[in-house]
């Protein structure tokens, strides 16, 4: 498929994702949006709102999908740790897959308007907590330890996650499916009951 054949929304998105890369957010124009994907400014809003609809949608897009996926595993039959490490790999994979978009929109997200920011936050304020059900579900029942909360559990692995962008190279070693691998790895290993260390008495 050409870019002419390309839908518009798409090359819209194509475009701003490739010069929000390349030049930032803040010092991309609209007209060079619409002049790199061969539109008017009328046909893009037509589809977008403003510049900062655009940087939502491009991380949004991934988020959905990410959701959509997740949702798939959670609600999969099967043991809970299995069904975690699905889902700790793949959003690794998935994150790693569309690394643009999550560079871009973590880097930018603070230029948003405040509701859109508030929407945002809201939206993987979501996937976060369908991601933790399946911690709290293998501590209730015994498969994951319980010392540590699980709210704690998701910030540290997405705290990870979502830096991802500041360091990996599709040019390095791993793939994003072998480093999806050893993270989900690394989850599981650290909710093993076995594992739990004894803490020094805290000072005071």
Do not use: C
């Not at 655009?54 to 039959?77: C, K, N, W």
């Amino acid at each position: 498929m050409t870019q002419d054949q390309e839908p518009v929304r798409q090359r819209l998105l194509s475009e701003a994702t490739r010069l929000f890369a390349e030049q930032g957010f803040e010092s991309t124009s609209v007209q060079e949006v619409v002049a790199a994907a061969g539109v008017t400014k009328g046909a893009m809003y037509h589809y977008f709102d403003s510049k900062d609809d655009l940087l939502h949608e491009i991380y949004g897009r991934v988020l959905r999908m990410q959701m959509e996926r997740l949702t798939h595993f959670a609600d999969s039959p099967g043991p809970v740790a299995e069904r975690l490490y699905a889902a700790a790999s793949d959003v690794v994979t998935t994150t790693v897959d569309n690394l643009d978009d999550s560079k871009i929109f973590f880097r930018s997200m603070h230029l948003l308007v405040p509701d859109t920011r508030k929407s945002v936050r809201a939206e993987r304020r979501r996937y976060h907590e369908r991601f933790r059900d399946l911690v709290t579900e293998g501590q209730r029942e015994g498969t994951f330890r319980s010392d540590t909360p699980a709210d704690i559990v998701v910030d540290f692995f997405f705290g990870s996650v979502h830096h991802l962008g500041t360091w990996y190279s599709t040019e390095g070693a791993l793939s994003g499916a072998e480093l999806g691998a050893h993270f989900a790895d690394l989850l599981l290993t650290s909710l093993r009951p076995e594992l739990r260390p004894d803490r020094p008495a805290l000072p005071g």
